[in-house]
C-alpha cells in the first residue's frame, strides 16, 4: 500500500521485488528523506487465535483484504511518526546550548 504522506507498506515482498518498485516510484517522489524510516513485523494467520499484538507478530484471523489494510495503516502512520520524532529531537539537539541558562562564574 502507498502512502500519500510518502509512506510504502508491502507485505511478503523479496528485498529485490522492493527494489525495484521504490525504483518506480521515484520519478514521483517530492523532498526525499536521506535516510528512510523502517519498520519489519510479522504477520501470522490464525482462525483460532485472538487478534492482535503478540510481541513483534501480528496474529489475524484470516487473510481478509481489510485486517491487512488495517495492519498497513497502522504501520505507515508508526514510521512516519517514528520519522517526525526523530527530526524534532534532531532540532531540539540543535538548539538546546542555545535554550539553556549561560554559566556565571563565581567571584569572590
Known amino acids: 500500500m502507498i502512502f500519500r504522506y510518502g509512506s510504502v507498506v508491502l507485505f ?12 518506480q516510484l521515484q520519478p514521483f517522489v517530492q523532498q526525499s528523506y536521506s535516510k528512510p524510516e523502517i519498520e519489519l513485523l510479522s504477520v501470522t494467520i490464525n482462525q483460532g487465535a ?3 499484538m503478540e510481541g513483534d507478530t501480528v496474529l489475524l484471523k484470516d487473510y481478509a483484504i481489510e485486517r491487512f489494510q488495517l495492519v498497513a495503516d497502522i504501520l505507515s502512520k508508526s ?4 520519522m517526525y520524532e526523530a527530526m524534532i529531537k534532531h532540532s531540539f539537539d540543535l538548539i538546546e546550548p542555545f535554550a539553556s541558562p549561560p554559566l556565571t562564574a563565581n567571584f569572590p
Open 50 to 52: 485472538s487478534e492482535g
Open 79 to 82: 514510521t512516519v511518526l517514528a
Open 12 to 23: 511478503n515482498v523479496a528485498p529485490l521485488e522492493e527494489g525495484d518498485l521504490l525504483r
